[in-house]
């Protein structure tokens, strides 16, 4: 489905919103969830016997991108890791204790940070630790992020040898302009030089990260790295709307908010990049990704088994996400878990004996119906009232009563329709998805204030 660009519209519903990797988001989680939840949940998974996603989180970087939100620790030592790691080969050795290992680990990703700020040592010594503690399968999908600036051959080569089959890594921009303000250099001939050596190793599949709404950006300066971008044939690429947040991220403080593109000029980069991608032959995916018609995502797209986690979409639903080292966030069937997230804290926890969870949500029953709600619309652009009642033994339009209600102002803005029990979102409101999804949303109903980022 193709979409619909209308000005009016995404006008009109603009507003901040969650981005719904989860449901409920991460804005939920509170400090009352303990350790012995999280034991309890892990003890309930092996009942339920899914298969395992792991998520290992390298929070080091040799230098800071400004527009960045994640949680991350510069560095220029490389001694640092050698203690990070310890730790780490602690906590999997603890998880061991709670988690039934003959569950397959079907999906493995590396994030950060940068897990290339690892030596050659480190990333065979890691790998190595995580199939001494799990099972992971002989077609397991095993990702890494990667940032070119700092990444050596040999370490590609090392990736694809323990076994990594998908690279992730950032462009966000390639104008000289841009890349400046955001304190990231990172010029063309780099980037094409780290394509031909993947391509050469065989990896699946290369994902590529652009980033619209940073300082200085025109429709026209993006435009040419759109065009670049193709040029560099990625199986998959991800196009973010930048969340100038620097109340809660304090390093966006370094970015002059004078210099960020205009509403319009947003507005016209994002219509244009999703014509430029679409009419180079890629799938639209989502909200904001795009892959070529035989890529994992699209194929996932087209069967129904398309998910979100805390990564983005994801080819696998019906897993349970470990989430491994400082920061991480752990996604069980009806419990989310999050490690502390300064590396102090993490340590205090692990040398106490302790799984080092700061902060969670467990799951009510009307969590997990609105779930199911929110992810199909998220990843379909519809919602089947007969696939919720048989999941959950409700009468879906007597349950979302309210909702129904709420969105026939939608239905008469053309952003979808509800007939014959079904919700189908329309090119028109492909864009709103995010908005859509929040009519179901029973947590920011009474919210005064909507921390998040605007929805377009």
Request: with cysteine; charged share 30%.
């Given at each position: 489905m193709r979409a619909i660009f209308d000005k009016k519209l995404i006008e009109k519903y603009d507003r901040p919103g969650p981005r719904y990797t989860s449901y409920p988001p991460a804005t939920e989680f509170h400090e009352g969830i303990r350790e012995e939840d999280y034991v309890r949940k892990l003890l309930?998974?092996?009942?339920?016997?899914?298969?395992?996603?792991?998520?290992?989180?390298?929070?080091?970087?040799e230098s800071a991108c400004w527009f960045c939100g994640c949680n991350v620790i510069?560095?220029?030592?490389?001694?640092?890791?050698?203690?990070?790691?310890?730790?780490?080969?602690?906590?999997?050795?603890?998880?061991?204790?709670?988690?039934?290992?003959?569950?397959?680990?079907?999906?493995l990703h590396?994030?950060?940070?940068?897990?290339?700020?690892l030596t050659d040592r480190e990333i065979r010594?890691?790998?190595?630790?995580?199939?001494?503690?799990?099972?992971?399968?002989?077609?397991?999908?095993?990702?890494?992020?990667?940032?070119?600036?700092?990444?050596?051959?040999?370490q590609l080569e090392t990736f694809r040898e323990v076994g990594f089959n998908r690279i992730s890594m950032g462009l966000q921009d390639l104008d000289e302009e841009v890349q400046r303000a955001i304190n990231r250099i990172q010029p063309e001939d780099l980037m094409k030089d780290v394509m031909k050596k993947l391509r050469d190793l065989d990896f699946k599949s290369i994902n590529i990260d652009l980033i619209y709404g940073l300082p200085y950006q025109t429709p026209e300066k993006f435009k040419k790295t759109i065009e670049k971008t193709i040029a560099l044939d990625p199986d998959r690429v991800a196009v973010f709307n930048?969340?100038?947040?620097?109340?809660?991220?304090?390093?966006?403080?370094?970015?002059?908010?004078?210099?960020?593109?205009?509403?319009?000029?947003?507005?016209?980069?994002?219509?244009?990049?999703?014509?430029?991608?679409?009419?180079?032959?890629?799938?639209f995916i989502g909200m904001d990704h795009f892959a070529k018609p035989d890529d994992e995502l699209?194929?996932?797209?087209?069967?129904?088994?398309?998910?979100?986690?805390?990564?983005?979409?994801?080819?696998?639903?019906?897993?349970?996400?470990?989430?491994?080292?400082?920061?991480?966030?752990?996604m069980l069937y009806d419990g989310y878990f999050q490690n502390y997230k300064t590396i102090r804290d993490y340590y205090i926890a692990i040398d106490a004996g302790r799984l080092p969870i700061m902060k969670g949500y467990l799951l009510t029953y009307e969590d997990l119906i609105r779930r199911e709600v929110i992810m199909d619309l998220m990843c379909h652009f519809s919602?089947?009232?007969?696939?919720?009642?048989?999941?959950f033994g409700i009468n879906f339009e007597e349950h979302f009563e309210r909702e129904l209600c709420e969105l026939k102002e939608m239905?008469?803005?053309?952003?979808?329709?509800?007939?014959?029990?079904?919700?189908?979102?329309?090119?028109?409101?492909?864009?709103?998805?995010?908005?859509?999804?929040?009519?179901?949303?029973?947590?920011?109903?009474?919210?005064?204030?909507?921390?998040?980022?605007r929805t377009i």
């Open positions: 309930e998974s092996n009942e339920r016997g899914r298969p395992l996603s792991l998520y290992l989180h390298i929070p080091f970087c510069i560095s220029h030592r490389k001694d640092v890791t050698k203690r990070y790691l310890d730790y780490v080969y602690r906590e999997m050795e603890a998880l061991r204790s709670y988690i039934d290992t003959s569950r397959k680990v079907i999906q590396w994030g950060g940070g940068t897990p290339n700020f010594e890691l790998f190595g630790k995580i199939r001494g503690n799990f099972t992971v399968d002989d077609h397991a999908e095993i990702s890494v992020e990667i940032d070119p600036r700092y990444l050596s051959e040999s930048f969340a100038y947040v620097p109340w809660i991220k304090p390093l966006q403080r370094k970015i002059d908010p004078l210099t960020l593109p205009p509403p319009e000029d947003k507005l016209k980069i994002l219509e244009m990049t999703i014509d430029m991608f679409q009419e180079a032959g890629y799938v699209a194929i996932a797209q087209r069967d129904g088994t398309l998910w979100r986690n805390f990564q983005g979409y994801t080819t696998k639903k019906g897993v349970d996400l470990i989430g491994i080292g400082a920061t991480s966030i752990g919602c089947s009232f007969e696939k919720i009642e048989s999941m239905e008469s803005d053309g952003l979808l329709t509800v007939k014959d029990k079904k919700i189908t979102v329309m090119p028109e409101g492909r864009l709103l998805i995010r908005n859509i999804a929040m009519v179901f949303d029973e947590h920011i109903k009474n919210k005064k204030e909507l921390r998040f980022s």
